[in-house]
């Protein structure tokens, strides 16, 4: 048997060609620290003269990847921050009852912590005392610096000032750059060991919220289902599953449907109001490959809230008020041509075909529109203002008066409450992240009038 063999045998990680070069680097250190002359006399020592387990764990340690950071994937914080706030009764159920959440790659602690400070901005105090996160590793030294909660200035840096004071407690004097977790989050928070690639994971179920992101990829495709098979054996109905970005279930077939990018909740969960806070994308009309994107779509709900972060483009809000339901859709089409002014209506008509499902006259309906015009890379070939002028007329035409607007020149993060249209608006300053406790007062688009933040 071979190192790599027993690496793929004890923690179920299949080593690609860049991975043994950085394993070779790696164990090198553990050679030097034992003396020994080659990797063959390395392998006996493991399988051989271990009795204790310490070196084969100290072998697990060395292969694992542990690059981690506060509020990464921010969207997906976004998401559960809306989940956490939707009226969907397993939600509030799960609330009364206590929170379950299972962080299975939390590595040195930033992503269990990030998941806390989001769930205790979310929740009452009782909900939040009634709370049980658990955070799991294969590495064990992760571990020890996750229980410690303590962090740099460095590892920070990317966060806003109502996220700092919210999270951690600052060092004074020579240690002002030092921060640790503050003890009411340390509290909800249990890290243990766990193998993902071994049965008889000692996690209770069930679980409302599962993140095992960015680890998946380091197993070959049969382990991949097995661990996440038996994750959604975990999940409860009403429950979220997020993965890493790169993670998707491309060629793994199970029970469950994407809610949003790499967010997935199980098949066939048929509450009436079951995940309103992160409604379905709805196909709106085929479009022509010249358009650009061959199929339009649009958010549709009449529960919960909607977010997003706009860095080009715009976004327009229609709500009928009457069915106290509302659609959103983010253009970014490049109007200077037909074609693309024509993606733009046929997506219109079908999102007020949407809102007038129920006879509802069209005189019922408003409309509100965020546009962003910044230069980024990706937008360049973006007139905002043209693209901006045809969603207007074509408003106009159609007899849909326009409520509110507002043009931002930097990247912009919206809300949208659903059932009633009320859009809340701010230029982007928290990197994505979900609206922060004690952040500045948001601006907001009202009926004719709008205010800035």
């Not at 680097?25 to 006399?41: K, V, Y």
């Not at 066939?268 to 085929?286: E, I, K, M, N």
């Not at 922060?436 to 004719?448: F, H, V």
Request: with cysteine; net charge positive; proline share 3%.
């Amino acid at each position: 048997m071979s190192l790599k063999t027993l690496i793929y045998n004890v923690a179920g990680i299949a080593l690609s060609q860049e991975k043994k070069i950085l394993l070779v680097s790696r164990l090198n250190r553990r050679l030097n620290a034992l003396g020994l002359r080659s990797f063959t006399e390395y392998y006996n020592r493991v399988t051989r003269n271990d009795p204790t387990g310490t070196e084969l764990q100290a072998l697990v340690n060395a292969i694992t990847t542990n690059k981690t950071e506060f509020f990464r994937e921010p969207h997906h914080f976004k998401i559960l921050e809306d989940w956490l706030n939707s009226s969907e009764e397993g939600v509030k159920s799960a609330r009364l009852r206590g929170l379950r959440i299972w962080c299975a790659a939390s590595s040195t602690g930033e992503e269990p912590y990030t998941i806390a400070a989001v769930v205790k901005a979310s929740v009452s105090r009782a909900e939040w005392n009634r709370t049980s996160i658990t955070a799991t590793d294969l590495d064990t030294a992760v571990l020890q610096e996750a229980e410690a909660a303590v962090y740099h200035e460095s590892d920070i840096a990317t966060l806003s000032d109502a996220w700092r004071r919210s999270i951690f407690l600052r060092g004074k004097g020579p240690h002002k750059e030092v921060y640790r977790v503050r003890p009411e989050l340390r509290a909800r928070v249990q890290f243990q060991q766990l193998n993902l690639a071994k049965r008889g994971w000692a996690i209770k179920k069930p679980l409302d919220i599962i993140f095992c992101r960015n680890v998946l990829i380091y197993f070959d495709k049969p382990t991949q289902l097995e661990v996440v098979q038996r994750a959604c054996g975990l999940l409860a109905p009403h429950g979220l599953l997020f993965l890493g970005h790169s993670e998707g279930l491309t060629g793994i077939t199970l029970h469950l449907e994407p809610v949003a990018h790499t967010v997935y909740r199980p098949s066939g969960y048929s509450s009436d109001t079951a995940h309103a806070s992160v409604p379905r994308l709805q196909a709106a009309v085929s479009l022509d490959s010249d358009f650009g994107s061959k199929r339009g779509q649009f958010l549709s709900g009449s529960e919960g809230w909607a977010t997003m972060t706009v860095g080009a483009g715009v976004v327009t809000v229609l709500v009928n008020r009457d069915a106290q339901r509302s659609c959103a859709a983010h253009f970014l089409q490049n109007c200077s041509n037909a074609g693309g002014a024509r993606a733009v209506t046929s997506i219109l008509r079908a999102m007020v075909r949407e809102l007038q499902a129920n006879a509802s006259a069209r005189s019922s309906i408003e409309a509100k529109l965020v546009a962003t015009r910044t230069t980024s890379a990706k937008s360049e070939k973006i007139d905002c203002q043209t693209l901006l002028s045809v969603v207007n007329d074509w408003l106009e035409k159609a007899s849909i008066a326009v409520t509110a607007q507002r043009v931002f020149e930097e990247t912009a993060d919206f809300r949208l409450e659903l059932a009633t249209g009320r859009v809340l608006v701010r230029a982007n300053t928290e990197d994505g992240r979900p609206f922060a406790p004690q952040s500045r007062e948001l601006g907001k688009l009202t009926a004719g009038r709008e205010r800035n933040p």
